[in-house]
């Protein structure tokens, strides 16, 4: 027990002592002791039962409590409750100031935060930059079915989809001007909260980015061709110690060309959104082309075997799709040694199709998987340039699958091989029968 309490508990014991005594003094000299102690206990019962009925009437007053005056132990009960009520009153309103600077924070963030009910989809709070992007207002606002205030943005599928809606890309239903990407955060088994960021200027630089590049690759191509036009002229037999240098210099120009090439090829895959020309694209010549392409790079070193068992075929850009294959192809013969075996399959894939290509070659470790498709990732820095790599197939291949809605699947083992396949869905998917071969 704490001094104070203890005090006051000892000064209320002997104030009843005190009552008792005099009491006791006054009965034994008026004659009736016993009657007149008993009457003052009762007394003090009395008493004590009415300052029980106080703090029970000041607690369930639920008010605010005054600080007690008096040294007494019912003052000092009274002193606790009013330091707990106090304590409690003091954490109350830390716990507001908390949650407000919260909402300030959430308020005040550039990205516009609307959290919705999960079940009835609609409109719990928002942000105030929700009003500037995507239009919402406060507070009529609040409770409004999210995917019809959201119109035209495309959210009902998405909103279905839940947990697995992927960030789309959209204009703002306020300013087409602005684009926005938005996301679905699932934070609790009933709200959602749906981020949306503005990331026009982002885009901007990255179209930027991507002009830069197209236009360097662009101003390149020329002095490049001359320098590659005079290096072919030059004869080695004019000056055989300069053989070697004219040699590495060719091989060297050669790959700056293929550079350049593969980056305005990659500018170009960019900057469209769909293909400007389909047509079918006829799979057996394709895979006769790919083979013929394999030999010449393999010069006989690796075993390659053709199987074409889909009967189908594609639809989308020829000279793509070629590229994109033979750069499979060519990787395939270039990162296996010699003696390895490449295998070009086209086949059926559930409802769509595949093309793979496998080879028996060095393989790729797991932890580079997901990277191999960025430009210039290349897994071993020096043998990707001993074989005359660019660093930008594996990134052409993909765009190229990508305008055809397609997959590319990586699997590979060290030591043992990769397989690239690329999946076509159904609707890629034409019958033989229906393509006549030009005479
Ligand atoms: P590169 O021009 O360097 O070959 P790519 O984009 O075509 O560039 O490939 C990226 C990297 O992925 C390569 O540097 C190589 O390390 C790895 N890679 C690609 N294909 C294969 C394969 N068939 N076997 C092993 N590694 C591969």
Redesign the pocket.
């Known amino acids: 027990m704490p001094h104070r309490t203890r005090n006051a508990w000892f000064r209320t014991l002997a104030q009843l002592i005190a009552v008792l005594a005099i009491a006791a003094a006054i009965g034994v000299m008026s004659g009736y002791p016993w009657p007149i102690v008993t009457f003052a206990a009762l007394g003090v019962v009395g008493w004590h039962y009415w300052r029980l009925r106080g703090v029970l009437l000041r607690l369930t007053a639920r008010q605010r409590l005054a600080p007690p005056l008096g040294d007494g132990v019912w003052n000092e009960l009274d002193r606790l409750l009013y330091r707990g009520q106090a304590e409690m009153r003091g954490r109350k309103r830390r716990l507001i100031e908390m949650l407000r600077a919260y909402r300030a924070a959430a308020a005040a963030l550039p990205d516009a935060i609307v959290v919705v009910d999960r079940t009835t989809q609609r409109v719990q709070w928002f942000n105030e930059a929700s009003g500037a992007l995507l239009g919402l207002q406060y507070p009529s606002d609040i409770g409004a079915p999210l995917v019809a205030r959201l119109h035209p943005l495309p959210l009902a599928h998405w909103l279905a989809a839940g947990r697995h809606a992927e960030p789309i890309e959209a204009r703002s239903p306020v300013n087409p001007a602005v684009t926005l990407t938005l996301r679905l955060i699932p934070y609790s088994d009933e709200l959602w909260m749906l981020v949306a960021r503005d990331v026009t200027r982002l885009l901007l630089l990255e179209q930027m980015r991507r002009d830069f590049v197209a236009n360097v690759s662009h101003e390149l191509r020329t002095p490049l061709t001359v320098v590659h036009g005079y290096l072919d002229m030059l004869d080695p037999a004019d000056n055989p110690d300069w053989a070697p240098m004219l040699a590495e210099m060719q091989r060297q120009s050669q790959r700056m060309t293929q550079l350049v090439e593969d980056l305005l090829m990659l500018s170009r895959l960019e900057s469209q959104d769909s293909l400007p020309v389909e047509e079918t694209v006829a799979m057996a010549p394709m895979l006769a082309a790919l083979r013929r392409e394999a030999t010449a790079l393999s010069q006989n070193r690796h075993k390659i075997t053709v199987e074409d068992d889909a009967s189908v075929d594609l639809w989308g850009s020829h000279r793509e799709l070629h590229s994109a294959f033979s ?2 192809v ?3 013969i ?3 040694p010699a003696g390895g075996s490449i295998r070009i399959r086209f086949r059926r894939d559930g409802k769509g199709a595949a093309l793979e ?1 496998v ?1 028996s ?4 470790p797991a932890a ?1 998987l997901p990277r ?2 960025e ?7 020096s ?3 001993e ?11 993909k765009h190229v699958l990508n305008l055809h809605q397609a997959r590319l699947g990586i699997a ?1 083992e060290v030591g043992r ?2 397989t ?1 396949s690329c999946h076509f869905s159904a609707e890629r998917l034409r019958s033989r029968e229906q393509y006549v071969q030009p005479a």
């Not at 430009?375 to 820095?381: D, G, P």
């Not at 005359?388 to 291949?397: C, D, E, N, R, Y």
Request: proline content about 0%; aromatic content about 12%; charged content about 15%.
């Open positions: 750069n499979l060519s990787n395939a270039r990162y296996t290509v080879d070659g060095y393989g790729i580079h191999v498709t430009r210039f990732y290349r897994v071993s820095t043998r990707s340039r074989s005359g790599g660019t660093g930008l197939g594996l990134s052409i291949v590979s091989g990769s690239f």
